[in-house]
């Protein structure tokens, strides 16, 4: 197998870096989000307000950095015109994070989805000459992780070691209402605070670390806005009036 990306998952962002203080090594997968690859949507359920925020272009590294950035679109035109190659590869990199935790003491966790929103469960992969339905089958004792404003994706049959959380938008409280209701969790992105409680369920502090699968079940993961432009977005993808949705 051709190792195209010595640098997959990334293990040093600043969400990624508190998951060690949990007992975790968790590694991140990152492409180009939206259609900033060239070769198709990549996050079909994305708002205007999300595009223009989007973690994967406008804050962290991928805002700082060119390389990044051409890094990421290469990645995502890895994904869509080689898809069997990309995940073997995929694979590759995940046993190398679980070898790297296993020597540092740590468990592992994934996160196929770092900026982008793939049906991850839907895609095989095979890896040592066996092939398995996804690659959450093939690491059956690794906890994998996303966001999603996919509603479909909560109707299928989940791995059981793949957890998601929904994602509010400016434009998708009707379905994070029945999310809620079904015993899932929403995470939103506050611009002035944490509240108590939101869309009348309590809200806990999902900066604290991206370890989704840790959190109590039918809660609201409160995030702080990230980079300059979502700290001044007034699309409604920050959520800034608290009173007026809290019931």
Not at 159 to 176: G, I, R, W
């Amino acid at each position: 197998m051709q190792i195209r990306f010595e640098r997959f998952l990334s293990t040093d962002s600043p969400k990624a870096i508190k998951a060690s203080g949990y007992g975790y090594l968790n590694g991140i997968n990152y492409m180009a989000p939206y259609k900033l690859g060239g070769v198709g949507n990549l996050c079909p359920n994305a708002s205007a307000g999300c595009i223009a925020l989007c973690l994967g272009d406008h804050s962290g590294q991928a805002a700082m950095s060119q390389l990044v950035k051409d890094s990421r679109k290469r990645k995502a035109q890895y994904f869509m015109k080689t898809r069997a190659e990309y995940m073997a590869e995929f694979a590759y990199h995940v046993r190398k994070a679980i070898n790297k935790a296993n020597k540092l003491g740590l468990k592992t966790a994934i996160r196929p989805n770092g900026s982008t929103d793939i049906a991850y469960e839907g895609i095989p992969v095979t890896v040592e000459g066996t092939v398995h339905r996804n690659i959450m089958e093939a690491f059956p004792e690794t906890p994998f992780l996303d966001y999603t404003k996919n509603l479909k994706r909560f109707d299928r049959a989940l791995p059981p070691n793949y957890h998601l959380t929904f994602s509010l938008s400016e434009t998708n409280e009707p379905q994070a209402r029945e999310i809620l209701k079904r015993g899932y969790n929403v995470a939103v992105v506050f611009g002035n605070g944490l509240p108590e409680t939101y869309l009348g369920h309590p809200v806990i502090n999902g900066d604290e670390h991206d370890l989704r699968f840790l959190d109590p079940k039918g809660v609201i993961v409160g995030l702080s806005p990230k980079g300059h432009k979502a700290k001044k977005d007034a699309s409604g993808f920050v959520i800034r009036n608290y009173a007026t949705h809290n019931a």
